[in-house]
Structures are given as C-alpha cells and as structure tokens.
C-alpha cells in the first residue's frame, strides 16, 4: 500500500470512531455552541463597563474559536492515544507499514475537517446571533490555515500528553490542566490590561496567542493596530506554523510502537 493510502485508510478509521462517540460529536459541535450562547447572547457585552467582556462582540471572535482549536485535538488524540495503549493497538501498527508520524497526521486531518466543520459554525453563530462586526474582505480566507494549523499544533501536544499519561482519565485530566489556563491567558476572552503587568509577557509563551492575535487582526482590529491586517496577520501565523512543526515532529516522536 502507498504512503497515501495508508494515511487515506487511517483518516477513514478515525473518522468512523468519531460519529461512533456520541459524546465526542456533542462536545465538539454543541458544547461550543452553548459557550456561544451563554456569553455572547446571555451575558452579552458591555464595551463601556469595564472588567471582562468589556470589549465589542467581534474581539471574542478568536476566543469562541479557541475553544474547538484547542479542547478537541487535545482530548480526542490523547484518547485516542490512551485506547490505542490500553488494547496494544500500537504493537499491532508496529508490524505494518504504517509509520509513527503517518498516523499522527492522518488523525489531525481527520481533526481538522471536523473542527474546521465547526469553527465554521462557531463563526456563523457569531455573526448572527452575537451581532459581531467583521472586517470583510478576501484576507479571512487566511482564516483556513490559522485553524489548520492551530489544529495540528494542539494534536501533536495532544499526543504527548497521551504518552505522559497512563490513561483515559490521566489523559482528560491533564488535557484539562492544560487548555484552561491557555485559554483565558491567550489574550482570547482577558483583555492584555486586565493581568498584571509582569505576567503580560507570559502570554507569548503560549502559541494559543498567536493563534487569537492573527484571528483578530483578520476579522477585528486590524487596522487599529497600526499596520495592515494582512501584514500582521501573516507575522502571527508564520509564528503559529513554525510552533504547529515542532509540536507536531515532537508529538510523531511521542507514538509508541512498542510497550
């Protein structure tokens, strides 16, 4: 069997395991949705109050889109990477052709078509429901590699946290440990002002920064940041596409093909 074939007939393995998870087709579509729902419609903002959701609607764009970028490829691959442990799959993948990072790529594509499916459910909901005023023009197609490679990012940290993990529930544990703090300290739902002064700098250590700078600069605030949203946008994702490499060769290195 061909390179491609193999990934081709992995990317088809994986995606029936996901539609056979119920539970993993909510969390991925639906659970953001209500994240959606809940602070964009319920709560609102109050671009003149002060404190959290102070800004307008469109600048928690690369938040709600954080959410599916970086919960489901942690969670589903380091459970993926926990069963495939628990049942000795990988022993079986070792007397194959399938190599360590074939399978890591095939299961963040099958990753970025469904996340890709529903960041592009988040952004319609954003722009319907929450009011949010998006910069239009030919540039949000750049929106496409930022969840591309946002996706493969979180994957490959995805997998080493399911080969530092001794299972489904170390893993869900540690991928939580994770993606919280990363999410609400990646300059996506608090505003840079609002953390101290010291720990401002922190926040580029996280590549989810850089993923919700170049959303921002694309579908918000260009402009005002005092350059061409295009120009600032690329700078941010050629940060954010040199990260998603290096996690992503770390990450093939971290499968297993034997116990």
Same mark, same amino acid.
């Given at each position: 069997?061909?390179?491609?074939?193999?990934?081709?007939?992995?990317?088809?393995a994986?995606?029936?395991?996901f539609?056979?998870?119920?539970?993993a087709v909510?969390?991925?579509?639906?659970?953001?949705?209500?994240?959606?729902l809940i602070?964009g419609?319920l709560?609102?903002t109050?671009?003149?109050?002060?404190?959290l959701?102070a800004?307008?609607?469109?600048y928690?764009?690369p938040g709600?889109?954080a959410?599916?970028?970086l919960f489901?490829?942690?969670?589903?691959?380091?459970s993926?990477?926990?069963?495939?442990?628990?049942?000795?799959?990988?022993?079986?993948?070792?007397?194959t052709?399938?190599?360590?990072?074939?399978?890591l790529?095939a299961?963040?594509?099958?990753?970025?078509?469904v996340i890709g499916?529903?960041?592009?459910l988040?952004?319609?909901?954003?722009?319907?429901?929450?009011?949010?005023?998006?910069?239009v023009?030919a540039?949000?197609?750049l929106?496409?590699?930022?969840?591309?490679?946002?996706?493969? !990012?979180f994957?490959?940290?995805?997998? =080493? %946290?399911?080969? $530092?993990a001794?299972?489904?529930?170390? /893993?869900? +544990?540690?991928?939580?440990?994770?993606?919280?703090?990363?999410?609400?300290?990646?300059?996506?739902f608090?505003?840079?002002?609002?953390l101290p002064?010291?720990?401002?700098?922190?926040?580029?250590?996280?590549?989810?920064?850089?993923?919700?700078?170049?959303?921002r600069?694309?579908?918000?605030?260009?402009a005002s940041?005092?350059?061409?949203?295009?120009a !600032?946008?690329?700078?941010?994702?050629? =940060? %954010?596409?040199? $990260?998603?490499?290096a996690?992503?060769? /770390?990450? +093939?290195?971290?499968v297993?093909?034997?116990?």
């Open positions: 069997m061909s390179r491609t074939g193999r990934v081709a007939s992995e990317i088809r994986g995606a029936k395991a539609l056979r998870r119920r539970t909510f969390f991925t579509f639906f659970f953001p949705v209500i994240i959606v602070f419609v709560v609102g109050q671009p003149t109050g002060g404190g959701f800004e307008p609607p469109g928690y764009l709600y889109l959410v599916v970028v489901t490829p942690l969670s589903r691959v380091g993926e990477f926990a069963r495939h442990r628990e049942g000795g799959r990988f022993e079986k993948l070792a007397t052709p399938l190599r360590r990072w074939e399978w790529l299961h963040t594509l099958v990753n970025v078509l499916a529903a960041s592009l988040i952004f319609g909901l954003v722009v319907l429901l929450v009011d949010a005023q998006i910069v023009g540039s949000l197609l929106l496409v590699p930022f969840v591309t490679l946002g996706v493969a !990012l994957c490959g940290l995805g997998a =080493i %946290l399911g080969r $530092l001794d299972s489904q529930d170390g /893993v869900i +544990a540690a991928s939580n440990s994770v993606a919280l703090p990363l999410l609400f300290l990646s300059e996506t608090v505003t840079p002002d609002l002064a010291w720990f401002q700098p922190i926040t580029n250590l996280s590549p989810l920064t850089y993923f919700a700078r170049g959303v600069y694309l579908t918000y605030d260009g940041a005092g350059g061409d949203a295009t !600032l946008a690329l700078t941010q994702l050629g =940060i %954010l596409a040199a $990260l998603s490499l996690f992503f060769v /770390v990450g +093939a290195y971290a297993p093909y034997s116990e």
